[in-house]
């Protein structure tokens, strides 16, 4: 029996998460207070457009046959309100102010990119939203040791924070296992060769080719958030 889709999409998720995640979780007792401030704002950058992602995705989804994508997506877009003014609260209140980010030209192609996966294909962008619902995972914990590093350093609580509180959200409370479960379902629903009265079939390998392409994206985004941020200066700093 084939592997299901969705656990073939994870493999390659995983190999790319634990690399990065292991990496910025060695570097972080010494990384420097700046850099880690910068990569939260960078990663606020990819919270504040989601909902708007989502929503491309909601409506170019419509066009399956299958209703239940769209309406799973429009599940997580409305799961989603709020979050984001929640994170950037959460950060001024430990002393980081998202509004003095300095764009970061990676950060604007990753996100452009993301977006030319949303729309106009609606199987591509089901593997491609699924693909980033499962790293969203891995994005909480890792932002989650960064904020409470950044909160201790600076002698802010990090029990009872506005900030704690968001990344447990989406851990603890299960919404984003609960968006990367609710697309699995569809991910793996091969409809391919079938045809329906209204409506176009799930295509695998367009969802496959979808999932793989949005990993490949992620990939290169961390790739260069990483290289910056971890890019001390050794040697140079006085
Ligand atoms: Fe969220
Ligand atoms: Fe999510």
Known sequence: ???????????????????????????????????????????????FANCGLLQAAVECTRTLAEPGVSVE???????EDGHAP???????????????????????AFLAEVEALCA??????????????????????????ICREISD???FPYEGSLIKRFHDIHLEDGVEQGHKDGL???VDLDQTGATFTEGEAID???????????????????????GKAL???AGTAA
Do not use: C
Not at 6 to 21: G, L, W, Y
Not at 205 to 215: H, N, Y
Not at 218 to 225: N, P, Q, R, Y
């Open 86 to 108: 929640m994170y950037k609260q959460g950060m001024l209140n430990v002393g980081t102010d998202m509004d003095q980010r300095v764009e970061f030209p990676a950060t604007t």
């Open 153 to 155: 350093r600076r002698g």
């Open 73 to 79: 997506l429009q599940r997580n877009v409305d799961e």
């Open 1 to 47: 029996m084939t592997e299901r889709l969705s656990v073939q999409i994870d493999e390659r998720n995983d190999a790319f998460t634990s690399a990065v995640k292991s990496k910025l979780l060695k570097e972080l007792p010494t990384a420097s207070t700046e850099s880690l401030e910068w990569l939260v704002m960078e990663h606020y950058q990819f919270s």
């Open 231 to 233: 890019a001390e200066p």
């Open 120 to 145: 106009p294909d609606p199987s591509r962008a089901l593997g491609a939203l699924y693909a980033t619902e499962t790293a969203a995972i891995f994005e909480h914990e890792v932002l989650f040791e």
């Open 184 to 186: 699995a379902a569809f």
């Open 204 to 226: 695998r390998e367009v969802v496959r080719q979808g999932g793989l392409d949005a990993i490949q994206i992620m990939e290169v985004w961390w790739d260069a958030l990483l």
